[in-house]
């Protein structure tokens, strides 16, 4: 069963400006709901060099139909020159909660 509802996976330097970002999609009703999880430490490959960074989780909930304006406002909004952000839908959920957020996250 398809909900109609996609979740986004955004990594962001620190907790303010995830929280910055959160607040953006929400604030506009791109996305109903924005999780900020703090802590994470990230090992990856970035131009030729193995670096590691203190960064921020922000999970986003919204419409799957607006992944891509969420895509293009992170990238607007973020100061990294290439944001993380993943999509995947979600297939089943509590019906209550799945239209709740339909609701909430207007078609953009």
């Known amino acids: 069963m398809m909900t109609g509802v996609s979740l986004v996976y955004v990594t962001a330097e620190s907790p ?3 929280q910055a970002i959160g607040h ?7 996305a109903a709901c924005a999780n900020i999880i703090p802590g994470m430490r990230s090992i990856y490959w970035w131009q ?15 419409r799957s139909e607006n992944v891509g304006a969420v ?9 990294y020159s290439v944001p993380c952000v993943l ?5 089943a959920g509590n019906s209550d909660y ?11």
């Open 71 to 79: 895509i293009r406002r992170v990238k607007e909004l973020h100061s």
């Open 16 to 18: 303010e400006q995830a």
């Open 87 to 91: 999509a995947w839908p979600i297939d």
């Open 24 to 30: 953006a999609l929400v604030e506009e009703h791109i």
């Open 98 to 108: 799945v239209n709740w957020l339909l609701g909430e996250a207007r078609t953009s």
């Open 48 to 62: 030729g060099k193995l670096e590691e960074a203190d960064e921020t989780v922000l999970i986003v909930k919204t």
